[in-house]
């Protein structure tokens, strides 16, 4: 029992430093190409210091590589098991009465718990740090990182409220979406009729209501009138408005589920939300099958050949995996698949697909 413990600490090690060797090679690369990125746009909107470039690439980075890690995982598993291969030491610990299944047992723990970790603790430091590069960002360029993104002025964002739906539009935001710039809004009384066209500079959220100014309201059979300000209900709050207008990349994993009901109340569709959540709390199970699916091709031994072939099988295998969970998490954005269909069937298969292979090798 001690020799098996020792073993498993080994092994576990191994996968371990493995990941960590591949996710570190990965935020390297994702780090250059985003500095270069802000190089291009500091040059095009005005001189920004390097080391300002750097931190903000830094604030970024997380948000950036949580995503890689099941890749990482993939990968960095194939490695750890070729490198055992390579020393022999795969074929002692079977010669020693251990079974694969006992040789995976550390890289399935070391894959859970990064996997754990990654969706209840990295997860919501990334968010934190993007919202704080947004800031950074914004006083380093003088303009705004919107949420809106690319294209912003086509994102129409339909809420409700205690006077009825509305529908409305801007060309740029800020403050995570809290504050609008040259609004259009349409609004609609409580029997879903039109009501009225109203246009403002600016809008701002806050509890219950958007404050619209100045604002100009156009009514049917009317002349248009000028006010101040203008206030629209909705049920949306300032802290939950960010993923109506954009991305969810800034969304932490602990605020999903009250962002999801806010959403839903103020009639907007949560689908994105639920994809995103139900991903986060798939993520430990997907790096456990990224060992397993890497397991696959890794067992052989080095005397028996082919090891080239059986990587580049694996890693096809896994770029196709991920093309195929990408392909059900559209279907289920879009409503066309069960939310937890879309997230869930692929891991799921994965796993049963790579058991079976790996018990095929196993017992023959």
């Known amino acids: 029992m001690p020799l098996v ?19 570190g090679l990965c935020t390297v690369l994702i780090f250059m190409i985003d500095f ?22 830094l604030l970024r980075l997380p948000a950036y590589t949580e995503i890689l890690l099941p890749f990482a995982v993939l990968v960095g598993s194939i490695s750890a098991l070729l490198m055992l291969s390579r020393k022999s030491e795969l074929a002692v610990m079977r010669a020693g009465g251990m079974s ?6 550390p890289g399935a723990c070391v894959g859970l718990l990064l996997g754990l970790l990654s969706s209840t603790a990295f997860n919501p430091l990334a968010a934190n740090a993007r919202d704080r590069s947004e800031k950074v960002y914004s006083k380093a360029f003088g303009r705004e990182s919107s949420p809106l993104g690319k294209g912003a002025a086509g ?23 809290a504050v609008l710039g040259t ?11 039109f009501s009225e066209r109203v246009d403002a ?31 629209l209900s909705t049920y949306l709050t300032p802290e939950r408005v960010v993923d109506a207008l954009g991305s969810v990349i800034s969304v932490s994993f602990w605020e999903l589920p009250d962002l999801i009901y806010v959403t839903e109340r103020a009639g907007l569709s949560a689908s994105r939300l639920r994809i ?14 990224m060992v397993f699916l890497a397991a696959t091709v890794s067992l052989r031994s080095f005397r028996s050949g082919g090891i080239q072939t ?15 969970a990408e392909i059900s998490r559209q279907i289920g954005t879009a409503g066309l698949a069960p939310v937890w269909a879309a997230v869930w069937v692929p891991v799921l298969l994965a796993i049963l697909v790579s058991v079976t292979v790996l018990l095929h090798q196993e017992d023959g």
Not at 100 to 105: A, D, F, G, P, T
Not at 204 to 229: H, I, Q, T
Request: hydrophobic letters at 45%.
């Open 5 to 23: 413990s020792t073993a498993s600490v080994y092994i576990g090690t191994r996968f371990l430093l493995a990941i960590f060797g591949v996710f």
């Open 36 to 57: 270069v990125e802000l190089l291009r746009q500091a040059g095009k909107y005005g001189s920004v210091p390097g080391y300002k470039l750097a931190w903000i690439t």
């Open 100 to 105: 694969v299944w006992q040789i995976l047992r």
């Open 155 to 177: 994102t129409w964002l339909r809420q409700d409220g205690t006077d009825g739906q509305s529908v409305l539009t801007a060309s740029s935001a800020k403050e995570k979406g």
């Open 183 to 193: 609004v259009t809004a349409f609004v609609y009384d409580k029997n879903g009729r």
């Open 201 to 231: 500079a600016e809008a701002r959220l806050y509890d219950g209501f958007w404050l619209l100014r100045p604002a100009l309201v156009s009514r049917m059979g009317r002349e248009p009138e000028k006010f101040n300000s203008y206030l």
């Open 276 to 289: 995103q959540y139900e991903l986060l709390l798939s993520r430990p199970l997907l790096c456990v099958a």
């Open 310 to 324: 059986m990587v580049v099988t694996g890693m096809v295998g896994g770029f196709g995996f991920f093309l195929f």
